[in-house]
């Protein structure tokens, strides 16, 4: 008989296929195969008729009752328990879904009575790790599931949770946080209400790692300050979107473990005063989505942070902040900033200083940012030797490449052993990117080479032109 790869090995190797068809594919070989696949594309949810045929002979009995006819695969048994899988669920998909297969509109007590069934099947006989609770007003009334039977044993596990503060009750966040102390993962949605119970369940929280914060309308100041005072310092990455609405930042100061900080916000430069002189030891990532802050108070933060750091991205920058870049910033790895067109010096600045430098994203016009030549010769003569991709937005005229370029990537071949990856987007509204025969055979012939590894460019709308 021949010999076949323990189940966990297997198990292993298929966690690596992230191709659907290939684990599909999987499935047919034989039953061994089948078994171990079967579990890990079960995770999530992959149809929800097959899903109603598991439910138990007392939950489709509840259906009959009600006048529920849902059409399955079989009327045998499934080969699989395949609810014991699942470990992602996902509101929406679960009601859309069963919306679609019982052919009901959102205030029929028909689909919530199927969700009812399902979700007791879910909390009997699934240890669940991802649970989205977004967006669902129109159900919550109607899923107590926290008090159905088994939720104990089901959510104990919880890794990753996700919901809408004004769409849930304070008595649910209450009952999550007497069953849920291991969230790792913690994304809230604020628009007019902050639940009272929020803090509950962010207070007993052991070991979470990464907070999400989006507030996506208006919330008072107090109830907020209130809330984030419950955050345990064991996060270490921190993501807030303020939007233009207010978010305060001075809870950041007390997560002293923070490794990534992402700040998306609209017209609050000022807001980061509080944090200038905070030393945070792990920083690695700093990344400002939208406006940057007040660049004496970023300058000062990097003073004291810069040196730890390995990716900064500034949706908005000036030539003091990306000095400050180089000054205080020698172990940067990646980075994503503005240069105009007469701040070449400054590009020169930061690979001369900031040697372990692989990648860097900007943007580039014909009249107002760095000219793409100028910033292809500074990479082809100054980048450090590990530096090998380059991400540019560009605005400008339809023709994105001029002549001549050839002797540029002579020049980065004859400097480096780096194969160079050049990704461009057009970020011009009005004008379609083109780029001329004579430069894609210039770009295929140094691919061949081995010069450039990926030449891709992609148009506002992410349509990609050439790959």
């Known amino acids: 008989m021949p010999s076949q790869l323990p189940v966990d090995c297997l198990n292993e190797i298929f966690e690596y296929l992230d191709d659907r068809v290939d684990l599909h594919s999987c499935l047919l070989v034989n039953h061994f195969w089948c078994e171990v696949s079967v579990q890990i594309l079960w995770k999530s ?105 088994g939720a104990m044993d089901c959510l104990r596990n919880l890794s990753e949770f996700k919901c809408n503060s004004d769409d849930l009750s304070s008595e649910f966040f209450y009952q999550l946080s007497q069953i849920c102390h291991n969230i790792q993962s913690l994304t809230i949605t604020f ?118 750091l390995k990716g900064i991205s500034l949706g908005n920058s000036n030539d003091s902040s990306n000095l400050a870049i180089a000054k205080f910033c020698p172990n940067l790895k990646t980075l994503f900033t503005m240069f105009k067109d007469d701040e070449v010096d400054t590009l020169k600045m930061i690979f001369e200083n900031c040697q372990r430098l692989e990648s860097i994203e900007v943007w580039c016009s014909d009249y107002y940012y760095l000219d793409v030549r100028k910033l ?28 001549k370029f050839e002797p540029i990537f002579i020049s980065w071949a004859n400097r480096t052993q780096n194969s160079l990856s050049l990704i461009v987007t057009n970020k011009s509204f009005r004008n379609n990117l083109e780029v001329r025969k004579e430069n894609i055979k210039a770009m295929e012939k140094f691919k061949k080479l081995g010069v450039i590894k990926r030449f891709e460019i992609v148009d506002i709308e992410k349509v990609v032109i050439y790959r």
């Open 45 to 149: 949810i992959q149809n929800y008729n097959t899903l109603i045929a598991c439910l138990s002979d007392e939950s489709k009995q509840v259906l009959h009752m009600n006048e529920i006819i849902i059409s399955t695969p079989t009327s045998k048994h499934p080969l699989f328990n395949y609810v014991t899988f699942i470990k992602n669920l996902s509101m929406n998909d679960i009601f859309r879904n069963i919306l679609r297969i019982t052919f009901q509109d959102f205030n029929n007590y028909k689909c919530i009575v199927v969700t009812q069934e399902i979700f007791k099947m879910f909390m009997n006989q699934t240890s669940l790790k991802r649970l989205d609770y977004s967006s669902i007003s129109n159900y919550t009334t109607y899923l107590p599931f926290t008090t159905y039977p």
């Open 376 to 403: 292809l010769e500074t990479i082809a003569k100054h980048s450090p030797r590990n530096f090998y991709k380059l991400k540019i937005h560009y605005i400008g005229y339809s023709t994105l490449f001029l002549e």
């Open 191 to 308: 628009e007019k209400v902050i639940s009272n119970g929020l803090a509950d369940l962010i207070s007993v929280q052991r070991n979470l790692k990464t907070l999400n914060l989006f507030n996506s309308y208006y919330v008072t100041l107090t109830d907020l300050i209130s809330l984030l005072t419950k955050l345990p310092d064991t996060v270490i990455k921190l993501y807030v979107y303020g939007g233009k609405y207010y978010i305060p930042l001075s809870f950041i100061a007390k997560l002293s473990n923070l490794r990534e900080i992402v700040l998306s916000l609209y017209n609050h430069v000022e807001d980061f005063k509080i944090l200038q002189h905070v030393c945070f030891s792990q920083l690695e990532v700093l990344e400002f989505t939208n406006y940057c802050p007040n660049h004496k108070y970023f300058i000062k933060f990097l003073e004291n942070n810069g040196k730890g």
